[in-house]
């Protein structure tokens, strides 16, 4: 149920710091050591590739949850869209594992992948929200999201839920492996939840953020490099399904490239800048948009603010920004579409699962 609020989007949207607690608390013990299945353990362990197929915002989380796993506990990983996956089959490795990352379970795209590398004899780990679907039916094993529903067609509590279960999923092969971490990563987790709390107490700035800057536009960019690249292509997500704002997500490098040719006066640019390396390019790419009379706007991690004028978000682990990064983006999309008056829950033409190739 809704209760006291207008839309379960928001709901959702709020509900994401006590999601994260609730995972940390299904996924740790009482003496604080993981508790995850011995058998995906093993699984992990014996791959020599991580194979994550998925659609949509599920997607974008495994191109995060490629970072954790790969950082983490040095397996490489690929990840791949679901539709497009049998067109171009990749050259498989020896000991492939293939995870399924999936909100509902159902999604018909990542299925039919599911039943071809079954088919070849390869083993499958859904993550999702809905054990006992047919996406975690079919695998071999299940990680739960313990998202709780989520109603809204746009993905969001289950989004943030996705890239925890991952990095904890990285830990533990870490520890499995051996391999030492320098940071207590369930004590980071609950850092980024608190974090996650504070921006969602924040909302009526967002709110004031696409008064101010999004006008009657009909197109919007975000900006982002290295992780918060990946942030941005699920902030324009979530901009253009329930907007319908036309709006892109790239990689701050790549403005050169062409996109620049698209920004006008009063165009809307979103640039995520919460990793130290990329710090000084992204803002170069902010002065290049504004220098044209885009309405720039900077969501920066406390420490790398530059700019008086750049929203702050507070410090969190530098693999866990995107827990963080993407609440600001979900609350500009949820506002921008509220304001032109567009059905929040159930945008036009998109369905909660799709079941259908
Ligand atoms: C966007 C959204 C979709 C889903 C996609 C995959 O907000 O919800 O892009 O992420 O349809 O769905 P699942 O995760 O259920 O496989």
């Known amino acids: 149920e809704k209760g006291t609020y207008p839309h379960f989007m928001l709901k959702e949207i709020d509900e994401q710091p ?12 009482e003496n604080n050591h993981l508790k995850l299945d011995g058998d995906i353990r093993r699984a992990m362990q014996t791959c020599d590739r991580v194979y994550i197929i998925a659609a949509g915002t599920s997607y974008h989380a495994g191109l995060v949850g ?65 054990p006992g679907s ?4 079919e ?28 990095a904890i999923l990285a830990v533990d092969t870490a ?41 009657t536009t009909r197109n919007a960019f ?20 329930i907007s319908y704002i036309q709006a892109e997500g790239f990689a701050g490098g790549e403005l050169k490239h062409g996109t620049l040719a698209l920004i006008e006066e009063d165009t809307p640019v ?24 885009a309405n720039a706007m900077v969501i920066s991690m406390h420490g790398l603010e530059q700019d008086t004028d750049a929203f702050v978000i507070p410090h969190v682990h530098e ?14 999309a949820y506002y921008a579409a509220l304001h032109r008056g567009c059905d929040v829950d159930k945008p036009r033409n998109l369905a909660k699962s799709v079941t259908v190739e």
């Open 18 to 29: 006590f999601v994260m607690r609730k995972i940390i608390q299904k996924y740790q013990d």
């Open 66 to 130: 490629k970072q954790f796993i790969e950082k983490l506990s040095n397996i490489p990983v690929e990840v791949h869209v679901a539709s497009e996956f049998s067109y171009n089959m990749p050259l498989l490795s020896d000991r492939p594992l293939f995870v399924f990352i999936s909100q509902s379970g159902e999604t018909a795209d990542s299925r039919s992948v599911l039943v071809q590398i079954k088919e070849m004899g390869h083993p499958a780990l859904t993550i999702t929200n809905v």
């Open 134 to 137: 047919t996406l975690s039916r």
């Open 139 to 166: 695998a071999d094993y299940t990680l739960n999201l313990h998202a709780g529903p989520e109603i809204a067609v746009a993905s969001t509590k289950a989004y943030t839920a996705q890239m925890a279960v991952l």
């Open 175 to 215: 520890r499995a492996k051996e391999i030492a971490l320098d940071f207590d990563p369930m004590q980071e987790l609950a850092i980024a939840a608190n974090a996650m709390e504070s921006l969602t107490d924040q909302k009526e700035t967002f709110d004031e953020l696409v008064r101010d800057n999004f006008g």
């Open 222 to 241: 975000f900006i982002g490099r290295s992780t918060d690249y990946f942030v941005c292509l699920e902030g324009a997500l979530k901009l253009k399904e």
């Open 270 to 293: 979103i640039a995520l800048a919460t990793q130290e390396n990329v710090n000084d390019s992204i803002r170069s790419n902010v002065q290049e948009v504004a220098a044209r009379g």
């Open 319 to 332: 693999l866990l920004t995107p827990l963080v990064g993407v609440v600001p983006m979900q609350l500009l």
